[in-house]
């Protein structure tokens, strides 16, 4: 079945970078782009952006732009979130979700990865 | 940035009551609209897309209706499975947005 699996949790000094990574199965990896939301904790759902796995090419919120980095390994079907200088509002759980290109949507989510930057 | 205001912020509902959540955008998007449930310690869900299609395995008791800047998510009977909190997303633009959540409690 259509599976997101996310590496597990990172506890990061501030200032120091993250990788997280989102591994993809049971559908053609290329043909659906991955999108990465945080959740701050008790918090809402915010984009972070968006990544072709077809081109690699990516699309980021204004707000992260010059402080994350999306790739993708075709080979290996995996989609990476590198976050530089963490802050202590950092703080999340970041998620991976497909997107359907066609409504926009995003059908099936990894489980989260909590990255705690510590005060 | 398109902004999604959903309400209310919360809600009060017994087993078997119709709720009704809104969804505001601050211009519009079309039918690009998406609903998510989502319960703690957990992933949220894709129930709806493109503002009124269920997505497949969703319980027909939900439903969404709307276009351009005003949307809502319906539970025709609400059943214990779904206290939850709920999410609108758009989709029309980037950056994507959603909506603050909507917290659905048992009454």
């Known amino acids: 079945q259509v599976q997101l699996m996310q590496s597990g949790a990172e506890v990061k000094n501030p200032g120091a970078s993250v990788k997280v990574s989102c591994k993809a199965s049971?559908?053609?990896?290329?043909?659906?782009?991955i999108n990465w939301v945080r959740q701050a904790p008790g918090q809402g759902l915010e984009w972070m952006g968006w990544?072709?796995?077809?081109?690699?090419?990516?699309d980021y919120a204004q707000k992260f732009q010059g402080s994350v980095t999306m790739t993708r390994d075709t080979s290996t079907r995996t989609v990476y979130l590198e976050l530089r200088s963490l802050r202590s509002d950092d703080t999340a759980i970041y998620y991976c979700?497909?997107?359907?290109?066609?409504?926009?949507?995003?059908?099936?989510w990894g489980q989260g990865t909590l990255v705690t930057v510590p005060s | 940035d398109i902004q999604m205001t959903q309400s209310p912020s919360s809600l009060s509902a017994s087993i078997g009551d119709r709720v009704t959540i809104a969804c505001r955008a601050s211009?519009?998007?079309?039918?690009?609209l998406s609903w998510y449930q989502q319960k703690p310690g957990k992933a949220p869900k894709l129930l709806i897309y493109?503002?009124?299609n269920l997505q497949s395995g969703v319980p027909s008791r939900f439903s969404g209706s709307g276009s351009g800047t005003y949307f809502t998510l319906t539970i025709s009977s609400v059943q214990p499975e779904d206290f939850a909190t709920y999410y609108c997303?758009?989709?029309?633009?980037?950056?994507?947005?959603f909506g603050q959540g909507t917290k659905l409690e048992m009454k």
């Open positions: 979700a497909r997107g359907i290109s066609e409504t926009g949507a995003f059908d099936c």
């Open positions: 049971g559908y053609t990896f290329n043909n659906y782009g």
């Open positions: 990544i072709s796995t077809y081109s690699g090419i990516t």
């Open positions: 211009q519009s998007v079309s039918t690009y």
């Open positions: 493109t503002a009124s």
């Open positions: 997303h758009q989709s029309f633009g980037t950056p994507y947005t």
